[in-house]
């Protein structure tokens, strides 16, 4: 991960702003200390990965039981 110092940051933010684009995270410093993040944002919504994160889940809960509990039982369990 890149550090910038913030002087350095307001001089050359648009070229920053071209790193960024392409992946890559920078922090921007202030008297030597972490003061923000530049991260890349992700436009739209990807269904590929929302389906594959879908399956995972669909995969991790198999054979996953509630030990003869049901889930109606268990929330009036937690309700006063």
Known sequence: MLE???YEAKNKLSGLLDEVATGKQITITRHGKAAALLVPTHH???????MQAAK?????????????????????????
């Open 4 to 6: 910038v110092a913030l």
């Open 44 to 50: 739209g919504f990807d269904r590929a990965k929302a």
């Open 56 to 80: 995972t889940l669909l995969e991790v809960r198999k054979g996953v039981t509630l030990g003869g509990l049901s889930i109606k039982e268990l929330v009036n369990e937690g309700r006063p």
